[in-house]
């Protein structure tokens, strides 16, 4: 590092050390790609928390689920989680019934492992890229930290020709040095508000898949016990 009097921004990092340099262009990448991410979540849970209530207000409004289910399959508009694990399940219903020596019991087993497959693969679409904000809301602080650390250890090493050091040759290098830190704290403190808030999201549309399951299970165990 370089022991310089420039203390703007974009001279701190100018003069920064290759090393220092080098950490701080993977952070700002860091923090770009999650915030790319912030966004397309964002967007995606929005989303899926419409789908899910616009399906629960169609499903309890009908009785019919043929009607439903047709309407599910029929590819004429967008699907969300809640009616996908509606339609594996229903399909799996209406396949084990119609074959012959096939009880309650296990049309009904059939039907949840259909439904649970289902919800397991619609889990894993609305989970996905919340470990990456994870990530980089735990390890961001450190790197920047080294970044630091190295920075100053090289301050202190052109230092080492000064006969006499004062603030004015220590705290320039410093400054660069701390720059690190900060662009680690500023890729890693929206990454951990996002993960937290998504999560959170996540866990609540995943209760409504397990409520949902459990209550399409009765409605069709009653169904099937009429039949």
């Not at 301050?155 to 603030?167: I, P, S, Y």
């Not at 704290?185 to 549309?205: C, G, K, Q, T």
């Given at each position: 590092?370089?022991?310089?009097?420039?203390?703007?921004?974009?001279?701190?990092?100018?003069?920064?050390?290759?090393?220092?340099?080098?950490?701080?262009?993977?952070?700002?990448?860091?923090?770009?790609?999650?915030?790319?991410?912030?966004?397309?979540?964002?967007?995606?849970?929005?989303?899926a928390n419409k789908q899910t209530e616009?399906?629960?207000?169609?499903?309890?409004?009908?009785?019919?689920?043929?009607?439903?289910?047709?309407?599910?399959?029929?590819?004429?508009?967008?699907?969300?989680?809640?009616?996908?694990?509606?339609?594996?399940?229903?399909?799996?219903?209406?396949?084990?019934?119609?074959?012959?020596?096939?009880?309650?019991?296990?049309?009904?087993?059939?039907?949840?492992?259909?439904?649970?497959?289902?919800?397991?693969?619609?889990?894993?679409?609305?989970?996905?890229?919340?470990?990456?904000?994870?990530?980089?809301?735990?390890?961001?602080?450190?790197?920047?930290?080294?970044?630091?650390?190295?920075?100053?250890?090289?301050?202190?090493?052109?230092?080492?020709?000064?006969?006499?050091?004062?603030?004015?040759?220590?705290?320039?290098?410093?400054?660069?040095?701390?720059?690190?830190?900060?662009?680690?704290?500023?890729?890693?403190?929206?990454?951990?508000?996002?993960?937290?808030?998504?999560?959170?999201?996540?866990?609540?549309?995943?209760?409504?898949?397990?409520s949902f399951m459990e209550e399409l299970?009765?409605?069709?165990?009653?169904?099937?016990?009429?039949?």
């Amino acid at each position: 590092m370089q022991i310089t009097s420039d203390l703007s921004f974009v001279g701190m990092i100018t003069h920064a050390s290759v090393v220092v340099q080098a950490i701080l262009a993977l952070l700002m990448l860091v923090s770009l790609l999650s915030w790319w991410h912030i966004f397309m979540k964002m967007f995606s849970i929005r989303e899926a928390n419409k789908q899910t209530e616009k399906f629960e207000r169609d499903f309890w409004s009908s009785s019919d689920l043929n009607a439903i289910y047709q309407n599910a399959t029929s590819g004429r508009h967008g699907t969300g989680s809640m009616e996908r694990i509606f339609e594996s399940g229903f399909r799996e219903f209406l396949k084990l019934r119609r074959q012959p020596g096939m009880d309650n019991v296990a049309v009904m087993e059939g039907t949840r492992r259909a439904m649970r497959a289902t919800y397991q693969r619609e889990m894993d679409g609305l989970e996905a890229h919340l470990s990456f904000l994870a990530t980089v809301g735990s390890v961001s602080p450190y790197v920047g930290l080294f970044g630091t650390v190295w920075g100053i250890m090289n301050a202190f090493r052109g230092l080492a020709n000064v006969a006499q050091a004062t603030l004015a040759h220590v705290a320039p290098g410093i400054a660069e040095a701390l720059v690190a830190t900060a662009i680690g704290l500023f890729a890693a403190i929206p990454a951990v508000v996002a993960y937290n808030r998504y999560s959170h999201e996540v866990d609540r549309l995943a209760t409504r898949f397990d409520s949902f399951m459990e209550e399409l299970s009765n409605v069709l165990q009653r169904q099937a016990g009429r039949a």
